[in-house]
């Protein structure tokens, strides 16, 4: 096995370092959450270096399946903000990832050259107030009236709403008893009429804000419908696809960069901060806190870049995934908040990073089905392999 950081992975990682640096100067990022404010020049300035195809096939202008380069970008970004990595998560896989594997040639070609620039942004209509992890319970209904899709219902933490181009909607286009059977996905303008979009004020992850969304008589093309006539009905297959699995491994890189971000904050704090005549990180009980997240740290990038190398390679990587998915995000979640013991009372102020680490850390274990939805997963599919 050779672990060995591939050159063109390598030069990725140096550009995106030098672009966050460069676009993304932490002040930015702070005012970013603060407003609660999604950067649309720096995403722009983000889509010139050929980021967004990295999901996206060349024949269709991208650079070519990539998803460890996409994981990459994903927690270089995230390092500084996510008020830039969700929407490029919007873009490059929500809307990427689901058109390749779902959508119909005429549908790549109309979309995906727009992924690969830049100007496609997808949020998830996929919850609702009384449909989480179950989503095939959901009741949003989709009514075909020939060459049109009228939409009723209402979606919850629908992320990103308002700034995205379509909402990707699951919608139940047959009978509700019919549960897995008859669900179709739809693409929805946010802008269409009979759409109310309503803030849903949140603890973190800012930029992205997330919202309520509600559909009053939302009248759409039959071209809308991902998949077209075979698309019709047979959603639940596309949602558990292979673009499920990626999803989890997404939510795992933003919190690989969140959980670097925490830790180089505290790593350089303690070499300033003096107590009893010398800095804190001469304590032993300091060190030992920092060499133990860094192992852990250190452990949650190999289990996240195995599992998006099985993807790469198109390998099943369901269990994989879950476990990359739940071991990142609860380390992320145990790493912002040690380190943030670590900067003691200004750890819970404004003024320092690592307050807003936290905040973002804690949704991760939610996102992308939660910790407990992964362990059941982990179960179910391992059945009695070891």
Known sequence: MDFTEPEHIRQLRDTLERFVEKEMPRSLAAQWDKTNHFPRDVFDKLAKLGVMGLTVPQEFGGAGRDILGTMVVIEELSRRSLAVSVPY??????AGMNLVECATLSQKQRWLPKVADGDLIFAYGWTEPDAGADLASVRTLGERAGDRVRING??????????????????RSGPVDSRYKNLSLVLIPPTAPGVVITPIESLGMKGAATTDVTFENVDVPFDNVIGGEAGWNTGWQMIVGSGLDVEKLEVAAMGIGIARAALDD??????????FG???GHYQSIQHKLAHMKTQLHAARLVLYHAAWMADTH???GVETSMAKLFVTEMTKS????????????????GFDIERYVRDALLLPIIGGSSAV?????????????
């Open 374 to 386: 992964q362990l059941n997963n982990i179960y179910k599919w391992s059945g009695s392999k070891g």
């Open 335 to 350: 790493v912002a908040l040690e380190c943030q013991t670590i900067f003691g009372a200004y750890g819970y102020v404004k």
């Open 154 to 171: 209402a979606k919850r933490f629908c992320s990103g709403a308002a700034i995205s181009d379509y909402i990707f909607t699951l919608v």
């Open 315 to 317: 390998q099943r990587a």
């Open 266 to 275: 505290a790593w350089a704090y303690v070499q300033e901060r003096e107590q």
């Open 278 to 280: 010398k800095a804190i």
């Open 89 to 94: 998560i919007m873009s490059a896989c929500y």
